[in-house]
């Protein structure tokens, strides 16, 4: 069994969200399927998909214009949350502190946050990919409770380039061994970053790989299912 998580980020409409659960419905697959959808498609569930969402408040209600909370995600069926992701550390300027709080926050409500990690390509081209995904992983995870990792390099999104087997080999070695310093061995470990159907079965294969965050292949069934049915 693997994880299969799809973020749909900003894109989709309400027929999108019907013509891929249904799809999915139909799908009988060993792998563990979540779909992180934009808020606004969130509500109803007719086909039982497990349901994900891309942010979450680190507060619990009260004056937060425009923000959703881990109670009100809970109330949705949402049971996984992606924090962390470089797009919001980037145009929302997400610390390590706030991505840990939001995480905290959705471990509290019952939800599973998807912590995600990556380095830029300017730290890659300087060597300092393993001392970047170590820190940012240590101060973004919270003390107790049940997550996910999941490991981005931010220059393998929307990009179509991903890195070679052992750098992703090594990058997962890191976080394992970084997370076992801190006694979560428990902890799955995703990859992200061009997941299609050619390369999710060799990504999946990798050691210490536990699934895969998918992001424009996760928008339709015919590029979304080829990547659950090739990992099995
Ligand atoms: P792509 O699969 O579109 O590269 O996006 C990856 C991602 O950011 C998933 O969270």
Redesign the pocket.
């Known amino acids: 069994m693997k994880f299969i998580?799809g973020?749909w980020?900003m894109n989709g409409t309400l027929s999108d969200k019907e013509a891929l659960f249904k799809s999915l419905k139909n799908l009988h697959t060993d792998n563990k399927v979540v779909v992180?959808l934009p808020f606004i498609l969130l509500g109803g569930n007719d086909y039982g998909i497990t349901l994900g969402a891309q942010d979450v408040s680190e507060h619990d209600n009260g004056a937060f214009t425009g923000d959703i909370s881990g109670q009100m995600l809970k109330d949705a069926d949402v049971k996984y949350v992606?924090v962390g992701?470089?797009?919001r550390r980037a145009n929302h300027n997400e610390t390590n502190a706030i991505v840990k709080a939001k995480a905290t926050a959705a471990i509290k409500n019952g939800i599973i946050p998807i912590i995600?990690i990556g380095e830029t390509t300017e730290e890659k081209n300087s060597g300092r990919t393993m001392t970047v995904i170590k820190k940012m992983l240590l101060e973004s995870v919270p003390a107790k409770g049940e997550y996910i990792v999941?490991y981005?390099p931010r220059w393998?999104?929307?990009?179509?380039k991903i890195p070679t087997s052992d750098e992703i080999a090594m990058a997962f070695e890191t976080i394992s061994k970084a997370l076992h310093s801190i006694k979560r061995s428990d902890i799955a470990l995703l990859y992200?970053?061009?997941?299609?159907a050619k390369n999710a079965a060799q990504i999946a294969s990798i050691k210490n790989v536990d699934g895969l965050?998918?992001?424009?292949?996760?928008l339709k069934s015919d590029t979304f299912l080829p990547i659950i049915k090739s990992v099995e």
């Open positions: 998580v973020n980020k992180c992606v992701h470089s797009e995600c999941a981005e393998a999104i929307g990009s179509g992200g970053g061009s997941v299609n965050l998918v992001g424009g292949a996760s």
